[in-house]
């Protein structure tokens, strides 16, 4: 097996509020991130840092790095067209 890419996420560290009116939400003391590498290419992201960009980040940029990458899209292709 080959590692492709790899995906690092840094969940933070912080703790829940426990009363009040911000009761079940999480205070931070360090902020989650997360960064891409795809050892195809080299492509390295930037690192993105708070739950919100981390969440959309991890959900999306795999996916979007595999489609445009030109490692994969310039591979020796076998089928109908190969010479």
Do not use: W
């Not at 097996?1 to 999480?26: N, P, S």
């Not at 992201?45 to 990458?69: I, L």
Request: proline fraction near 7%; glycine fraction near 8%; charged fraction near 20%.
């Amino acid at each position: 097996m080959t590692v492709a890419d790899a995906l690092f996420v840094d969940l933070g560290e912080g703790f829940e509020i426990k009363h009040g009116d911000r009761a079940g939400q999480i205070k931070y003391t360090r902020q989650p991130r997360a960064r891409f590498e795809c050892v195809r290419c080299g492509y390295a992201s930037p690192t993105v840092t708070g739950p919100p960009a981390v969440r959309d980040f991890v959900a999306n940029e795999p996916t979007d790095h595999r489609a445009v990458c030109p490692a994969i899209h310039t591979t020796n292709q076998q089928g109908a067209h190969a010479a």
